[in-house]
């Protein structure tokens, strides 16, 4: 039987070991930090590491990351992050592991890595959980092929102590490079965040079906519009809830927008009556770790989403979930989802039951402490 958070502690018969962590973004600020690593914090803590954090952006950066023109503001946050980095370097003397996620910095080549690992002596463990070595962009200019110089995520692996990767596709990649790849995989806290029990779900006689997510895969909900208007011309007790950081571009009569905010996360999730993840099928969607799915499955919400990539091994199509195929699909699993509740609280119950067993902090924590051995 799996323990509960506050028991995660692991025989540590070590000396005190410390790590960095080296982000992107401020701490609390983005789900990909939050749910791959940052929920582990308080256990690392409690087994006996000590910890410094390290992010490139600073808090004030992240809105004028997101907004469009504003080039002299992001040059000058450009700036400003690699001379964070630049000091950083000063600061890992007594350091035993870099924890580094996705990148030290956004652009150019891994000048970064490459002295820490090869000047410095340090162990890093890379983690990602995207397929960063490409993009979802088909039309990207060159000038921005260049800056990002993505052939680089190859010798980050290479040099590195550990790879952490999201799941199997991303870890195939690592392993071209790096012998010692951990698949770990995103991870939901389902004791004290995503934990249906905590929260009183209100009741109501339409049916929601919802997609959370941020503005960077908003247009996936596109490839299923022709079909979520089907629905809604079917069922007038049928209502679309999309919680995200920006309002989606799709034409629905009636559709709810909530802005995403962490304070309300779990409380908007608990509107949703199913819950929804399209995806196109290409080298970036494989790539992805299934994250949505695994909210809405924590939260005993039975879930559709894309056969594409990690959501087959998520989801026992029929048991803890649906999978979709080919667009015409969603109308048919949608429909047997509206039409039955039975089948709604059996499948978000056995969803649930699946994330805790292998996709939970608890479930997981034993892997992601290996990391740092």
């Known amino acids: 039987m799996l323990r509960g958070l506050n028991d995660l502690i692991l025989p540590m018969n070590k000396p005190v070991k410390s790590i960095a962590f080296i982000t992107p973004y401020p701490l609390g600020q983005v789900a990909s930090q939050r749910f791959r690593f940052e929920q582990y914090f308080t256990i690392l803590k409690k087994n006996g590491y000590q910890l410094t954090f ?78 960063i070595w490409t993009t979802d962009r088909i039309k990207e200019p060159w000038f921005n092929k260049i800056v990002k110089w993505r052939r680089k995520v190859s010798k980050i692996c290479k040099w590195s102590y550990k790879v952490s990767c999201g799941n199997d596709f991303l870890g195939d990649y690592a392993r071209q490079f790096n012998k010692n790849v951990v698949i770990n995989p995103t991870t939901i806290d389902t004791e004290f965040s995503h934990n249906p029990k905590l929260i009183k779900k209100d009741s109501s006689k339409d049916i929601i079906i919802g997609w959370t997510g941020s503005q960077s895969t908003l247009r996936y909900l596109n490839e299923i519009e022709v079909q979520l208007q089907e629905i809604e011309r079917k069922y007038n007790y049928v209502k679309t809830l999309v919680i995200a950081n920006q309002k989606p571009r799709i034409d629905l009569k009636r559709m709810e927008y909530i802005s995403w905010e962490k304070s309300n996360e779990i409380v908007d999730l608990s509107k949703i009556d199913i819950g929804i993840m399209p995806l196109p099928n290409d080298e970036w969607t494989k790539g992805k770790c299934g994250f949505k799915a695994l909210q809405y499955m924590a939260m005993e919400i039975p879930c559709i989403a894309s056969n594409v990539g990690v959501n087959s091994e998520i989801i026992d199509h029929g048991e803890t979930g649906f999978l979709a195929t080919e667009n015409n699909d969603w109308t048919e699993l949608l429909n047997k989802l509206i039409n039955d509740q039975n089948l709604r609280i059996q499948m978000g119950r056995k969803g649930r039951e699946r994330v805790v067993e292998a996709y939970s902090v608890v ?7 290996s990391l740092f051995e």
């Open 363 to 369: 479930s997981n924590t034993a892997k992601f402490l």
């Open 54 to 131: 390290f992010p490139f952006l600073n808090a004030g950066s992240i809105s004028i990351l997101h907004s469009p023109g504003n080039r002299l503001d992001k040059s000058l946050m450009l700036l400003s992050g690699i001379w964070r980095r630049l000091k950083m370097l000063f600061a890992l003397g007594r350091v035993d592991y870099l924890f580094i996620h996705r990148e030290i910095v956004p652009v150019g080549p891994p000048v970064f890595e490459w002295l820490i690992s090869h000047l410095f002596k340090k162990k890093m463990i890379y983690d990602f959980d995207d397929a």
